[in-house]
């Protein structure tokens, strides 16, 4: 049979690549490299050529070359599927029962909360996620939170890159019980690596993820530092939300200085968002193979002010219903009400566009011949047939006509000068 495998740079030149790390775990860091690029994007470089056998398992397990919805055996006997929103037992509104949790998370703190709960309660032994750089906190690193200190130290939105599996299989050789908080994307690989290592399913108890716009590249946070006249060796804090909901994005100096900018003010223009390729195309920006997803609940996509924080919380699975039930019960977490599908689709009119374009967009980018991922359980096709032909046909063609002017794609990843 003929080697269909993509290599690296195929990955990342055809815009799959989001930067989790995996493939760096998987090949080891003496041989492959997540470095940051000329254009903003963590991405990897193999320093010698891949044997075959690794190769393949990177693209097994890689989510830009593999895509899958949930697993029916993780889903409860009560499960719906929902065409957009896929997997749910139950859907609400809720927030982080400890105020200071509520104030300091991005939305409504849930995700910290159930971190905090998930080690004070000793059923996992430590939480993986993300956190600021404490070096350069512009950038965002892989955490491993024991404590409640550390996985606080990790709450809020990083909207730059962020890689949080870059050694997860010497977190796998620990040995030790944890969960995993990340992107649906990082979800999509870890359980993509859990049908080839029966270890990740015995020792990662929970994968918590958010339903997710799409990461910008670095260029987004530099551009932020350019209109201020600041440099990235000045910082001290670079915090893109949280302390409110949303919450201002806040930057600090060495030199005692502080800005803010209001949410709004940040994201107001999109054609400056630089969001990353891999993004645009995104099956599962919802996380349906987590096992709870939180997100924004603001109607019509956007926050109108500032206020206390609430969450959309979607239990998913078995687990996650577990996981919930408990927490509540521990006050860790605080329901507002019950809600269901159509109520995220008001929260999140991006997410329903996107989830229905995907398909065809994909048509698109194989039709300009591009490599596509292998995407399964995730409804697109039959989401693409509520759009009809005509505005299929818009989408494939957009598409094309965009791969084909290359800017769905990337150039072969270089490590930037200066790091
Ligand atoms: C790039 C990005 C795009 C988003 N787009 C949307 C959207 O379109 N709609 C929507 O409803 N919500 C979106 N969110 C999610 C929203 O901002 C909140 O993260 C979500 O509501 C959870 O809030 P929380 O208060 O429970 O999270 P918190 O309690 O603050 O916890 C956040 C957790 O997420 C982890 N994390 C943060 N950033 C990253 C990252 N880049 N990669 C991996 N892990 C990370 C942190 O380590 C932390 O554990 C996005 C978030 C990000 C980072
Ligand atoms: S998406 Fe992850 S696994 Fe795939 S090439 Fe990029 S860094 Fe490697
Ligand atoms: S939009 Fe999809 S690919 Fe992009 S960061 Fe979010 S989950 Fe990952």
């Not at 998987?26 to 050529?49: D, F, H, N, Y």
């Not at 899958?68 to 982080?96: C, F, H, K, T």
């Not at 400056?272 to 603001?298: L, T």
């Not at 408990?326 to 997410?351: K, N, S, T, W, Y």
Request: overall charge neutral.
């Amino acid at each position: 049979m003929p080697n269909t495998d993509l290599t690296l740079d195929e990955i990342v030149r055809n815009g799959l690549c989001i930067g989790c790390g995996l493939c760096q775990s998987i090949a080891g860091p003496q041989r492959v490299r997540l470095v940051m690029t000329e254009s903003g994007g963590e991405r990897p470089v193999a320093s010698v050529a891949l044997d075959d056998a690794t190769l393949h398992r990177i693209n097994e397990t890689c989510p830009g070359t593999r895509i899958e919805g949930a697993d029916a055996a993780r889903l409860p006997a009560n499960e719906q599927v929902d065409p957009i929103w896929g997997p749910w037992s139950r859907m609400v509104i809720g927030y982080a029962g400890d105020p200071a949790i509520r104030d300091q998370g991005s939305t409504g703190g849930v995700l910290t909360a159930l971190g905090r709960y998930l080690v004070e309660s000793g059923e996992v032994d430590f939480i993986l996620h993300v956190a600021a750089s404490r070096e350069a906190p512009m950038r965002s690193r892989r955490q491993i939170s024991f404590d409640a200190a550390q996985v606080l130290e990790g709450a809020g939105s990083r909207y730059g890159p962020a890689a949080p599996l870059v050694d997860f299989l010497a977190i796998l050789d620990r040995n030790r019980p944890f969960a995993f908080i990340g992107k649906p994307c990082d979800v999509n690989a870890v359980r993509n690596l859990a049908r080839q290592d029966p270890r990740v399913d015995r020792l990662m108890k929970y994968a918590l993820t958010f339903v997710c716009g799409g990461a910008s590249d670095l260029g987004k946070s530099e551009e932020v530092l350019r209109q201020l006249g600041l440099t990235e060796a000045e910082l001290t804090l670079f915090r893109y939300r949280g302390f409110g909901n949303p919450g201002p994005t806040r930057l600090e100096t060495k030199d005692g200085r502080a800005f803010e900018i209001t949410y709004p003010e940040m994201w107001a223009d999109e054609a400056g968002w630089r969001i990353q390729p891999r993004c645009k195309i995104c099956p599962d920006a919802i996380g349906e193979g987590a096992d709870i997803a939180a997100s924004d609940c603001w109607p019509g996509g956007g926050p109108t002010g500032e206020d206390e924080g609430f969450n959309g919380i979607l239990v998913r699975t078995q687990a996650g219903a577990r996981l919930f039930e408990a927490a509540l019960r521990a006050g860790a977490l605080a329901i507002d009400r019950e809600i269901g599908p159509r109520d995220m689709d008001v929260f999140q009119p991006h997410q329903v566009r996107k989830k229905r374009a995907v398909w065809a967009r994909l048509a698109g980018m194989a039709a300009a011949g591009m490599a596509t991922p292998r995407v399964t359980g995730l409804r697109i096709e039959e989401l693409a047939r509520e759009n009809g032909l005509a505005q299929n046909l818009a989408e494939a063609r957009g598409s094309r006509r965009r791969a084909k002017a290359g800017r769905l794609g990337e150039p072969a990843p270089e490590p930037r000068a200066g790091g």
